[in-house]
């Protein structure tokens, strides 16, 4: 009985009564998501702690493959997460049977339904995304890639778009799909020395194909491994027309400005533009040093692009 009991309700560090959910986000996307926790500074007033709540809920999320010992115990936080979002909407259909798990982002993301129409949808469909993700761990195509980004960052913002009230928009809507796209492929490709360290190659199996990458060689020599180079290449080549097209959909529509209700959702292709660019400075070697380092100037390139309006 005591192990059945475990299984179905898995354990997540305890918390203090004592927290702060909004402290608690904010000072959890700056640990660990500090591009994000940037871009929070653009989020002024009252939407700032929902932002915060969002980002912590999707970087907790994205944490979960990296941070469990085996399968099972991802399996089992995933499914508390599954079963907070059903929970924090129930609550917040005013249910009152129902209430939010004593967990704090979970109790902030509970606080953020309060203050805009956030759809369960897009938090059920990171769930069930990262599910995945921690289940297969590996893309067949590129095309399975562009779905898995689809379904999480992509969802993020869709979410920020609506914390704006400006979920109804198809143009936000189709550039926050592709620059979501553009975000999952460049923090992929930041975090391959992390993964192939853990024996992990998450690339495109047909973009591995195309240039002859074999997994062993890149978990031994990283940078050196045979193909590897090109590979990535073509995979910062996917993200950035993601990125370029994001972008088009403000030229053709508004003039190549975004509109400044918007604008913060859209800060998110800053940090995707600095990482590329680095990289191509790199020669597309993904295990270069230097990208691991924090690029001090994002901080004043946010700022620049807020004040244009442009990303």
């Known amino acids: 009985m005591i192990l059945l009991r475990s299984i179905r309700q898995p354990r997540l560090r305890a918390f203090s ?3 702060d959910p909004a402290a608690y986000c904010e000072d959890f996307v700056r640990k660990h998501d500090y591009d994000s926790f940037l871009i929070g500074k653009f989020w002024s007033g009252p939407l700032q702690q929902p932002y915060f709540a969002i980002k912590a809920f999707s970087t907790e999320l994205a944490m979960i493959q990296d941070s469990v010992s085996n399968a099972t115990i991802g399996a089992m936080r995933i499914q508390f997460w599954r079963d907070a979002v059903r929970d924090i909407f129930a609550a917040s259909s005013l249910n009152p049977g129902s209430f939010p798990p004593r967990h704090p982002i979970a109790l902030a993301l509970h606080q953020a339904t309060k203050a805009a129409d956030l759809p369960a949808y897009y938090f059920k469909r990171i769930v069930d995304a990262r599910d995945t993700e921690l289940r297969s761990g590996t893309y067949q ?39 979501g796209t553009a975000q999952t492929i460049a923090t992929l490709v930041r975090g391959l020395p992390h993964h192939a360290a853990n024996r992990q190659l998450p690339l495109p199996l047909d973009i591995s194909a195309r240039h002859g ?88 390139r946010i700022y620049r692009a807020a004040y244009h309006r442009t990303f």
């Open 17 to 19: 009564t004592n927290v």
């Open 141 to 179: 195509s590129s095309e399975g890639l562009v779905a898995h980004a689809e379904s999480v960052a992509s969802s993020v913002l869709y979410l920020l778009l609506a914390l704006r009230g400006l979920g109804g928009s198809d143009t936000f809507a189709h550039a926050a799909s592709h620059l």
């Open 213 to 300: 990458v074999k997994q062993e060689e890149v978990f031994r020599h990283g940078g050196d491994a045979s193909g590897i180079d090109g590979a990535v290449y073509d995979v910062a080549v996917l993200a950035n027309d993601h990125l370029l097209t994001a972008r088009d959909m403000f030229k053709e529509e508004l003039g190549g400005k975004v509109p400044a209700l918007a604008m913060p959702v859209f800060l998110a292709g800053v940090p995707v533009t600095s990482f590329l660019e680095r990289l191509e400075k790199c020669n597309f070697d993904a295990f270069n040093k230097s990208l691991a380092l924090r690029d001090w100037r994002v901080s004043w």
